[in-house]
């Protein structure tokens, strides 16, 4: 073989072995041959007692994943869902997120659905500089946990605060009553929204007293939510403020409903999901109000609301959750940013960051905006009533928006919080 041939032959011999390699290498040695794919790693409790809207945050997070892939993905590079359960429970979150960081490199981190799983994936974010996507309520936000928050923690749902303004300039502007008691469930999350009872209340002239005017059931120990009714009675207000969730809230439902109650005073739930009155059964939810962050109704309203729920139907056979929606909206928010402003790895999370601080966007309600100094998001809330059975057009027609709230007045103020420079200013 001459010199030049064998030249030749080594070149091509060069370039078809490292095309096998490529091919037949397991995925870090691929990775490191320059097909890695841009990786979001999400955990969510789909074991458990949640497991519904767990399903629906990861088909939410599917969905976005699978059409920014179908746009070319994210400078060109595919995103590839890294998807695990933790069972609800809570050292089962830190094993999962320890893994996908460490030994899978995702990109992004995401994912949980109650506080105890938000504050363990929020440190992760803190000590790692990576950005972590939160679907659940962003319990970060209060004044005493706000400069705990990781600089790289962003949102689409709502804060305790915002939930608890939308149901009270409800009741005020439509004068539903003065007086409010309240019946909460006795661990953290109820206790996030007496600050905004304590000003609000004040605010909208309404009648209410810490110490007073709620009554509080054990915790997870209880669901006799019964055992309150006589002293609510006795107090007479006009409306009953009742905060509890998921099968605990379907049983002060039916017990509520059973007892009267609803019959002599006014009740508002603090926060629902459509999956609720769905357990509780047609027309439970009839005559209650509700505060609630997205219902698919609103696909009426907005095309690209219409679009998601089409495409829940199509694959859950059931409409989509407002975690369904949260968890899609923040995940498209997240990586269609990245695209446009080519700030996709690692390193540049905290540019990143930056870009999103102030961004407002919009894909299946309203508009909304990430505010800069504890990226909160502003954005709509909804006010929720319960149909009776003769009104409902199907199976999952329980409740109907009529009414929202948005706006920064809806919030604890950043100077109320002594927050002056944005968050991703304030480096772990």
């Not at 939410?60 to 595919?78: F, L, M, P, Q, S």
């Not at 609000?200 to 009554?215: P, Q």
């Not at 769905?278 to 109000?289: I, M, T």
């Not at 829940?312 to 997240?334: E, N, Q, V, W």
Request: one cysteine or more; charged letters at 25%.
């Amino acid at each position: 073989m001459s010199r030049l041939d064998r030249r030749k032959f080594l070149k091509g011999a060069g370039l078809i072995g490292g095309i096998v390699a490529a091919q037949t290498a397991p995925p870090f040695l691929r990775e490191g041959l320059g097909a890695r794919p841009i990786k979001w790693g999400s955990i969510h409790p789909t074991t458990g007692p949640y497991a519904t809207e767990a399903f629906d945050q990861v088909e939410g997070v599917k969905i976005a994943i699978e059409d920014v892939n179908k746009e070319g993905g994210v400078d060109g590079r595919e995103i590839k869902l890294l998807f695990r359960d933790d069972q609800f429970k809570w050292d089962q979150t830190t094993t999962h997120a320890l893994d996908l960081i460490d030994n899978h490199r995702v990109d992004f981190i995401a994912g949980s659905m109650v506080g105890p799983e938000e504050v363990r994936l929020n440190e992760f974010s803190r000590k790692r500089n990576i950005i972590y996507a939160n679907y659940p309520q962003h319990i970060m936000s209060t004044p005493g946990n706000a400069k705990k928050m990781s600089p790289l923690f962003f949102t689409a749902n709502t804060t305790p605060y915002q939930l608890c303004a939308s149901s009270l300039t409800y009741i005020a502007e439509n004068k539903i009553g003065k007086k409010i008691h309240c019946v909460f469930d006795d661990y953290i999350w109820p206790k996030m929204f007496i600050p905004a009872f304590n000003k609000l209340t004040k605010d909208f002239n309404l009648t209410w007293n810490a110490n007073s005017s709620v009554s509080w059931v054990p915790f997870p120990t209880s669901m006799d939510y019964s055992a309150t009714f006589p002293r609510i009675l006795k107090e007479k207000p006009d409306v009953v403020y009742a905060l509890n969730w998921g099968q605990r809230q379907v049983a002060f439902v039916k017990q509520a409903r059973e007892a009267g109650l609803d019959k002599k005073v006014k009740i508002v739930l603090g926060a629902t999901e459509i999956t609720m009155p769905e357990a509780a059964g047609p027309g439970s939810y009839h005559g209650f109000n509700a505060a609630m962050m997205w219902h698919p109704s609103l696909g009426k309203k907005y095309p690209a609301a219409k679009a998601l729920n089409d495409k829940f139907l199509a694959r859950r056979k059931r409409p989509c959750s407002s975690y369904g929606m949260l968890a899609h909206d923040l995940t498209r928010l997240i990586l269609d940013t990245a695209k446009e402003t080519k700030l996709y790895k690692r390193r540049d999370h905290f540019k990143l960051a930056k870009v999103l601080e102030g961004k407002k966007f919009q894909y299946s309600k309203g508009e909304c905006q990430i505010r800069p100094c504890d990226h909160v998001c502003i954005s709509e809330v909804f006010v929720m009533r319960g149909k009776s059975k003769a009104e409902m057009k199907d199976k999952f027609d329980h409740i109907e928006v009529i009414g929202s709230s948005s706006g920064e007045g809806n919030t604890v103020s950043c100077e109320a919080k002594g927050l002056k420079e944005p968050a991703s200013e304030r480096r772990a």
